[in-house]
């Protein structure tokens, strides 16, 4: 069923990951904070909630972690004094491209022994139904 094919990529990809980004002493979340920082730097807090696929209160305390790791600073809002924006640290800049790298070592990892071609649907097959999905 596909409701469990999608519930097995998410528990075991994300468990592969994090053995993975283990040496870097990060996990998935802190990886996708990162990056997600590196594209928008100076995001707001709230707007990290459905990359992480938590609640308001679990990124708050994820983001207060990654900030006593010295991977981020957050800053008050100038516009809203109420919101705290997030920006990666020196600590964090220097981690990215070995992010990248061990991102693109789970994937090549995760499409073993798929063709090119096989891939190619998959990321067109995957995009559609990620379409239809947040099109609700």
């Known amino acids: 069923m596909f409701i469990c094919d999608i519930s097995v990529f998410n528990k075991y990809g994300k468990q592969k990951l994090d053995e993975m980004l283990c040496p870097l002493k990060v996990d998935w979340r802190e990886l996708v904070v990162m990056l997600v920082l590196e594209q928008v730097p100076g995001m707001g807090q709230a707007l990290l909630i459905p990359f992480l696929q938590t609640d308001k209160a679990n990124v708050t305390k994820l983001l207060q972690m990654m900030e006593k790791k010295g991977l981020i600073r957050r800053e008050t809002d100038a516009a809203d004094q ?55």
């Open 82 to 136: 109420r919101n705290k924006t997030c920006h990666l640290a020196d600590q964090g800049h220097l981690l990215i491209p070995k992010l990248h790298e061990t991102l693109a070592l789970w994937e090549a990892a995760c499409f073993n022994g798929l063709t090119k071609e096989e891939i190619q649907q998959f990321q067109r097959t995957s995009e559609i139904i990620t379409r239809n999905l947040v099109r609700d």
